[in-house]
């Protein structure tokens, strides 16, 4: 974890301590807040060792350090309760975070420099227009490609489109007889056949026969296929793109048929010894040993017909991307297949090959319950970005008319950029693990922690730094002595900590909490401190320290896929 002040409190209490200096960064922590001090050390867990209280050990190092008389770092060494806090003398360690910033080195990932990253996201059946249900899958995924990018990585993102399936079949079945089809229609008429697949138990078998001839290889019902597949991608893929989203590889479920490849899967699995015929006649894998469902260790991989389900075509693609030999392997799927994930890479690892790291999520719900597509019971992503830019436009008139700024004319791409920085930030603010209960009124609302907020508290910052020249040198940061200032520096130094976090557990939420914070911050100094009337001896440095937070500010929204305008 990259943090000067860790760094060099580490430094210095390994000098006094049996722990090595990585050791006794990994069990620092924050306080919270700067009463207690700079940094805490905890030393609850090094009672066992030692067998001493926690209030003892601290009490040790305190004194152990204080006679340390080479070290100039601690202001003052505090004891609370197993706690040593300690307060820090500010102005060598503001003198390095200028070098630090001024080296470009405020985040540093080496072991991510160059490397190739592949992310699978999204994979939207294509079906229908995308309901903001799915879209959360593509922001988790969007984020975490621009967040590896932003690391120097290479990262290859993969679109998995399932062409093959029983919901493309039953489109294929209600629409191979009208020539001309509009991706605005397939919503409608994909519930309107489940409709009748409900009462018209005939419509299943005639849906299964087009699956079988289109697996057998009759080219007439693959073009059917192929014709609404395309039309549906081609329609989604539009709505990402204009929010911002894309994709650089189409792998499609139907070339793992048509080229024998499932076939040759499931030969290998066979010589597991851990497939079998079951009594109606499907070919399922027997997954006993890794204890993932002890109710139902069983994933079935063909229909009774042997024609191959969603997993086996899965299982098919999941090693293609294994041979890519990715340094990372990362897809992204719903809390609804957190159990089929699994299923899925304990079939790999029966076939010795390394399984992909799979980021769930909750749902986002509607206040009454479930999205669903089959239902037509769906907020659209496009639908939402419409009004949502509608709201935006109306949004910045009457700011610009309450500031006696006249109603004028805002920049063309302003309401986008607020808008979708909107809409992403309602559901990338939320951590993985919970459910987004979606409210329109709450996407819309664009005060308190908002992507808006920031974007604003950014727009600010640029303003306060336009035809600014930016000299200043190690020495004049040591005029910084408000303690809005270090509490600031405190917090922008966090900024590496908190990617490295998300690099292992995909939670953007500690991002916009971090962007959110840094802001408030920012607001409470530019509220108490003159930054651009401020007097010469203090002006240089905390210009300097305002654009820090710009840049930050820019980088983390980026991160989020939010624009950051420099105009509001």
Same mark, same amino acid.
């Given at each position: 974890?990259n943090n000067?002040?860790f760094?060099?409190?580490?430094a210095?209490?390994?000098?006094?301590?049996?722990? %090595?200096?990585?050791?006794?960064?990994?069990?620092?922590? #924050?306080?919270? $807040?700067?009463?207690?001090?700079?940094?805490?050390?905890?030393?609850f867990?090094?009672?066992?060792v030692l067998?001493?209280?926690?209030?003892?050990?601290?009490?040790?190092?305190?004194?152990?350090?204080?006679?340390?008389?080479?070290?100039?770092l &601690?202001?003052?060494?505090?004891v609370v309760?197993?706690y040593?806090? &300690?307060?820090?003398n500010t102005?060598?360690?503001?003198?390095?975070f200028?070098?630090l910033?001024?080296?470009?080195?405020?985040?540093n &990932?080496?072991?991510?420099?160059?490397?190739?990253?592949l992310?699978?996201?999204?994979?939207v059946?294509?079906?229908?227009s995308? =309901?903001?249900?799915?879209?959360?899958?593509?922001?988790i995924g969007?984020?975490?490609?621009?967040l590896?990018?932003?690391?120097g +990585?290479?990262?290859?993102?993969h679109?998995?489109v399932?062409?093959?399936?029983?919901?493309i079949a039953?489109?294929?079945y209600?629409?191979?007889?009208q020539s001309?089809?509009?991706?605005?229609?397939?919503?409608?008429l994909?519930?309107?056949a489940n409709?009748?697949?409900?009462n018209?138990p005939?419509?299943?078998?005639?849906?299964f026969?087009?699956?079988?001839?289109?697996? $057998?290889?009759?080219?007439?019902?693959?073009? =059917?296929?192929?014709?609404?597949?395309?039309i +549906?991608?081609?329609?989604?893929?539009k709505i990402?793109?204009?929010?911002?989203?894309?994709?650089?590889?189409?792998?499609?479920?139907?070339?793992?048929?048509?080229s024998?490849?499932?076939?040759?899967?499931? %030969?290998?699995l !066979?010589?597991? #010894?851990?497939?079998?015929?079951d009594?109606e006649?499907?070919?399922?894998?027997?997954l006993?040993?890794?204890?993932?469902?002890?109710?139902n260790?069983y994933?079935?991989l063909t229909r009774?017909?042997k024609?191959?389900?969603y997993?086996?075509?899965?299982?098919?693609?999941n090693?293609?991307?294994v041979?890519?030999?990715?340094?990372?392997?990362?897809v992204?799927?719903?809390e609804?297949?957190?159990?089929y994930?699994?299923q899925i890479?304990?079939?790999?690892?029966?076939?010795?090959?390394e399984?992909?790291?799979i980021i769930?999520?909750?749902?986002v719900?509607?206040?009454?319950?479930?999205?669903s597509t089959?239902a037509?019971?769906?907020?659209?992503?496009?639908?939402l970005?419409?009004?949502?830019v509608? &709201?935006a436009?109306?949004t910045?008139?009457? =700011?610009r008319h309450s500031? !006696?700024?006249g109603e004028g004319s805002p920049?063309?791409?302003?309401p986008?950029?607020?808008?979708?920085?909107?809409?992403?930030?309602?559901?990338?603010?939320?951590?993985?693990?919970?459910?987004?209960?979606?409210d329109r009124?709450?996407a819309?609302?664009f #005060?308190?922690?908002?992507?808006?907020y920031?974007q604003?508290s950014?727009?600010?910052?640029?303003?306060?730094?336009k035809?600014?020249?930016?000299?200043? +040198?190690?020495?004049?940061?040591?005029?910084l002595? !408000?303690?809005?200032?270090?509490?600031?520096?405190?917090?922008?130094?966090?900024?590496?900590p908190?990617?490295e976090g998300?690099t292992?557990d995909?939670?953007?939420?500690?991002l916009c909490?971090?962007?959110f914070?840094?802001?408030?911050?920012f607001?409470?100094?530019?509220?108490?401190c003159p930054i651009k009337?401020?007097?010469? $001896?203090?002006r240089?440095?905390?210009?300097f320290?305002?654009?820090?937070?710009?840049?930050i500010?820019r980088?983390?929204l980026?991160?989020?896929?939010?624009?950051a305008?420099e105009?509001?």
């Amino acid at each position: 974890m990259n943090n000067l002040i860790f760094d060099r409190v580490s430094a210095e209490i390994a000098k006094v301590s049996t722990l %090595s200096a990585s050791e006794i960064h990994e069990k620092l922590e #924050q306080p919270p $807040s700067a009463e207690m001090g700079d940094v805490s050390f905890p030393c609850f867990t090094l009672s066992r060792v030692l067998k001493k209280a926690p209030n003892i050990i601290a009490e040790e190092l305190r004194s152990q350090l204080l006679a340390e008389a080479s070290s100039t770092l &601690f202001k003052e060494l505090k004891v609370v309760g197993g706690y040593l806090n &300690f307060y820090l003398n500010t102005s060598e360690l503001l003198k390095e975070f200028y070098d630090l910033v001024s080296q470009g080195l405020l985040v540093n &990932f080496p072991k991510y420099e160059g490397k190739k990253i592949l992310i699978e996201h999204t994979s939207v059946n294509p079906n229908a227009s995308p =309901h903001i249900g799915r879209a959360r899958n593509a922001l988790i995924g969007d984020a975490s490609v621009r967040l590896f990018r932003f690391l120097g +990585c290479d990262v290859d993102v993969h679109y998995f489109v399932n062409d093959i399936g029983m919901q493309i079949a039953l489109l294929v079945y209600c629409t191979k007889d009208q020539s001309d089809i509009e991706f605005n229609q397939l919503l409608s008429l994909y519930v309107a056949a489940n409709e009748e697949l409900k009462n018209n138990p005939d419509v299943k078998d005639k849906v299964f026969d087009l699956l079988h001839r289109m697996e $057998s290889g009759d080219a007439e019902v693959f073009s =059917h296929f192929s014709r609404i597949v395309n039309i +549906c991608v081609m329609g989604q893929m539009k709505i990402f793109n204009e929010f911002g989203i894309s994709y650089d590889q189409y792998d499609y479920e139907s070339q793992y048929v048509q080229s024998g490849k499932t076939d040759e899967i499931l %030969s290998s699995l !066979h010589d597991t #010894q851990r497939l079998f015929e079951d009594e109606e006649g499907r070919l399922v894998l027997n997954l006993q040993e890794f204890k993932i469902n002890p109710e139902n260790p069983y994933l079935p991989l063909t229909r009774q017909n042997k024609t191959s389900l969603y997993p086996l075509r899965d299982i098919c693609y999941n090693i293609d991307k294994v041979k890519e030999n990715a340094y990372r392997n990362i897809v992204v799927l719903g809390e609804d297949q957190r159990l089929y994930g699994r299923q899925i890479n304990a079939a790999l690892n029966l076939l010795g090959m390394e399984s992909p790291e799979i980021i769930n999520y909750s749902f986002v719900l509607l206040p009454d319950g479930k999205m669903s597509t089959r239902a037509g019971q769906v907020v659209l992503l496009e639908d939402l970005m419409n009004d949502t830019v509608a &709201f935006a436009k109306s949004t910045i008139s009457k =700011h610009r008319h309450s500031n !006696h700024r006249g109603e004028g004319s805002p920049d063309e791409l302003l309401p986008k950029q607020l808008a979708y920085g909107a809409i992403k930030y309602s559901i990338l603010e939320c951590s993985n693990e919970k459910n987004v209960i979606f409210d329109r009124d709450s996407a819309l609302n664009f #005060q308190g922690n908002t992507s808006v907020y920031i974007q604003y508290s950014y727009a600010r910052i640029q303003s306060m730094l336009k035809g600014e020249c930016l000299n200043i +040198c190690q020495e004049d940061m040591i005029a910084l002595t !408000h303690p809005f200032e270090w509490e600031i520096v405190k917090k922008i130094l966090l900024f590496n900590p908190t990617l490295e976090g998300i690099t292992n557990d995909f939670n953007f939420s500690s991002l916009c909490s971090y962007l959110f914070e840094l802001c408030q911050l920012f607001s409470r100094w530019y509220k108490e401190c003159p930054i651009k009337n401020a007097d010469d $001896s203090i002006r240089g440095p905390r210009l300097f320290l305002a654009s820090v937070i710009a840049n930050i500010i820019r980088n983390g929204l980026n991160i989020l896929g939010i624009d950051a305008p420099e105009r509001i």
